[in-house]
């Protein structure tokens, strides 16, 4: 009998159009098994009839996330070809219209026809977007950066073509036209526009590498054979053979076998965890050492992994979007320089000398012209596009310009620790031996190494690379077996060598209680402590810690002389956290805290009103960098991390992120201060263009006078920005020498 089919209802965030909707719909009818599909653009729910016997729920869910990303792909390459096309054609118009001050402009690009020409595409094909959204904006009764730009670059362009059309209409100003307005304008707002859809079409990479730690198969043991199967067909009850290197395909609990397990993606810790007989053991996590058989608890969406992916896709989705400056008082500027524009031609028309209807129309001209907003399209793009480049230079890469307009107004910084503050690898801080012992602490560091060779534990990895550093010679070892859960038993020269817990001296008959104040003392710091004995007799303790970054406390307390307040973060143990938050001169510290409590954490601070900042570098770390307000990652830290936050620090220097932060502190200063400029002018120069001197003065701002203000203005503006160029921070990381 034929497998019966199922429906699905499910959410389908991000749709904006009929065009989404179809796209999303061929995604879903191309999978084999889908028998139909509808997507309500409304509800934002797609109903889908399946068969389960050839497709799943996953399948479905892979399609639309590709047809997603492929809806960004395209949005971002037609953004970027209006650039291009736009840059092409606004440099000779930018050429021509400025012949008045470069004698050697070639003629043909004097020529108001050849301006006409190349002006008309990008006015109306690469801005059609603006002008699409002043529509969108009139019909709603609101304004906008769009309504700035259609309404300014449309009176430049008629006005223009007015001129060029019946030059005879204009005697005073028929060599006089604002063709360059336009297309630069609208050119610059683009480019601005891609760049935001390259942010955009970033986020998904954080997802798409999170999905891609789960094997894609797993060894499951049935009916006394080991066969391969895809992850999503493992059950919960399942039993799975996992064997050295390979990772967990599902959350689960030991059955058989004993192992070592690398779970630092999801708790940070840089020690790897021993797991035995009912011990836990989580999807995407590596085996290091032996092979052992777990039964399947959690499968498909309810993996750690799983909810760790939707965490980081929830904290992405509900970021608000930054309401910008200039769109705030573009809301109140635009209708009033409408009004006064009307109101200025009205009264020319009606009170003006004759010819009025002239006047009226230059004068409303000007008042449209002084008020384009070419200073302020480049008020915040080029202060962007100055200090991310500066920014490159120094090794802090910002993904988009709202991480710096949100950098600027964090008040509290959460440090993770490991791999953050901590150097993230784990190294020899002691070597201590018994009293009245024969031998010094170097023999000490060369038998533990010996034994610690055929070892893959990073405890034994510190203390061979320890002893290398020093250049010690290895005794001779001959056998060598790894104790699950407490150490090495090996066999030198003199005798067996014992290397572990207290636990392995004790099963073994090993007095070690002469060492034990020193080991606790040694543990309190939050150090791990392994003892060494050789014939049956203690020779003394090696302690070995993730100790921190050199820079960590100066960076700590710069942060506090900014007014920041900081805390850490971490799954470690509350003993050794607060062990290193006491080095660090961090007060506030979480501990012992597992991936969606770190978001959680952050949530809670977010609730008392805070912008929070969270610096880390693992892939546990990637739902909190997600969710803060701004995420700061260690380039020397996953990809996943890199990708989920909005800032990350090439190099892996801590002190980058007081760099970051006065980064954006100067660059937010310099936008507003080119946004007071920019609107500053329109304020002084909008009544003069309407004519509010001609009854004293007789003076009247004629539209080639507000070009000029207009020019004088976008330069002002950029050499502002251009300021950002030889900034440096007074953090090492950030540059030499004070900040500019």
């Not at 008040?411 to 070597?431: A, Y």
Request: proline share 5%; charged share 20%; glycine share 10%.
């Amino acid at each position: 009998m034929p497998e019966p089919m199922e429906d699905l209802v499910a959410p389908v965030r991000g749709l904006h159009c009929a065009a989404c909707v179809g796209k999303v719909e061929r995604a879903l009818t191309s999978v084999p098994g889908v028998d139909r599909a509808s997507v309500n653009l409304a509800t934002e729910r797609a109903s889908v009839s399946f068969d389960p016997a050839l497709t799943s729920v996953d399948a479905l869910r892979t399609a639309v996330a590709d047809a997603e990303q492929a809806a960004r792909e395209a949005d971002q390459r037609r953004q970027r070809t209006r650039l291009v096309v736009g840059a092409l054609l606004s440099a000779p118009v930018l050429l021509g219209g400025m012949a008045h001050l470069l004698p050697w402009v070639p003629a043909v690009l004097q020529d108001p026809w050849v301006l006409l020409v190349l002006t008309t595409p990008v006015q109306f094909w690469v801005g059609w977007q603006f002008h699409r959204g002043f529509l969108h904006d009139l019909r709603y009764r609101n304004a906008s950066m769009s309504t700035l730009v259609s309404v300014g670059t449309n009176a430049a362009y008629f006005f223009s073509v007015a001129v060029t059309l019946w030059p005879h209409a204009f005697p005073q100003h028929g060599a006089m036209r604002y063709y360059d307005v336009s297309a630069v304008v609208i050119t610059l707002v683009v480019l601005g526009r891609w760049l935001e859809a390259r942010a955009r079409g970033r986020t998904s990479e954080a997802i798409r590498r999170l999905v891609s730690l789960a094997p894609r198969t797993a060894r499951v043991v049935r009916d006394g054979v080991e066969v391969d199967v895809p992850t999503a067909d493992v059950q919960v009850g399942d039993f799975v053979r996992i064997r050295p290197g390979e990772r967990v395909p599902v959350d689960g609990v030991v059955s058989e076998g004993a192992s070592t397990i690398d779970e630092s993606m999801l708790t940070g810790e840089s020690v790897p965890v021993d797991k035995r007989l009912d011990s836990k053991v989580f999807a995407g996590t590596v085996n290091r050492t032996g092979s052992f058989i777990f039964r399947a608890a959690r499968v498909g969406s309810e993996t750690t992994l799983a909810r760790i992916v939707k965490l980081v896709a929830d904290a992405q989705g509900s970021r608000a979007p930054i309401q910008r400056l200039a769109d705030r008082v573009a809301a109140i500027f635009v209708p009033i320089v409408l009004a006064i524009a009307g109101l200025t031609f009205l009264g020319w028309w009606i009170f003006g000398p004759a010819p009025s209807a002239l006047y009226a129309l230059t004068s409303a001209v000007a008042v449209l012209v002084i008020a384009c907003p070419c200073a302020m399209g480049l008020a915040t793009p080029t202060a962007i596009m100055v200090a991310t480049g500066r920014g490159a230079e120094l090794g802090i890469l910002v993904k988009n310009a709202r991480a710096l307009e949100l950098l600027d107004r964090v008040n509290t910084v959460v440090f993770d620790k490991t791999g953050t503050l901590t150097i993230g690898r784990l190294v020899v801080t002691d070597v201590i031996a018994a009293d009245g012992g024969e031998i010094g602490d170097g023999e000490i560091l060369a038998l533990a190494a010996a034994a610690e060779q055929g070892s893959e534990h990073p405890l034994g990895e510190a203390i061979v690379a320890r002893a290398k550093e020093r250049g010690l010679a290895l005794p001779p070892i001959g056998e060598f077996t790894t104790v699950p859960g407490q150490g090495i038993d090996a066999m030198a020269t003199d005798g067996r060598v014992l290397l572990g817990n207290r636990a392995l001296m004790d099963a073994r008959g090993v007095d070690v209680e002469a060492l034990a104040p020193r080991a606790r003392r040694l543990a309190a710091d939050g150090k791990t402590v392994v003892y060494l004995a050789l014939g049956g007799r203690a020779l003394g303790v090696i302690a070995v810690a993730d100790v921190l970054k050199p820079e960590a406390a100066e960076v700590v307390a710069a942060l506090t002389q900014r007014g920041l307040d900081v805390a850490m973060l971490t799954g470690d143990a509350r003993l050794t956290a607060e062990a290193i938050a006491v080095g660090a001169g961090v007060t506030r510290v979480l501990a012992e805290v597992l991936p969606e409590d770190k978001t959680r954490e952050i949530a809670k601070l977010q609730g008392e009103g805070r912008r929070v900042a969270m610096v880390g570098d693992g892939i546990n770390d990637a739902p909190a960098l997600a969710r803060a307000d701004v995420g700061i990652a260690m380039g020397s830290g996953t990809d996943v991390a890199i990708e989920a936050a909005d800032v990350t620090l090439v190099r892996g220097d801590l002190r980058g992120v007081v760099a970051a932060v006065d980064l954006s502190r100067r660059t937010i200063r310099i936008i507003k201060e080119n946004l007071v400029w920019a609107f500053g002018y329109n304020v002084v120069l909008i009544p003069v263009a309407a004519g509010a001197l001609y009854p004293i003065w007789g003076v009247l701002l004629s539209p080639i006078l507000a070009g000029a203000a207009m020019a004088f203005s976008s330069v002002s503006v950029v050499m502002n920005s251009l300021r950002l160029k030889k900034w440096r921070s007074e953090a090492g990381a950030g540059g030499r020498g004070p900040s500019s």
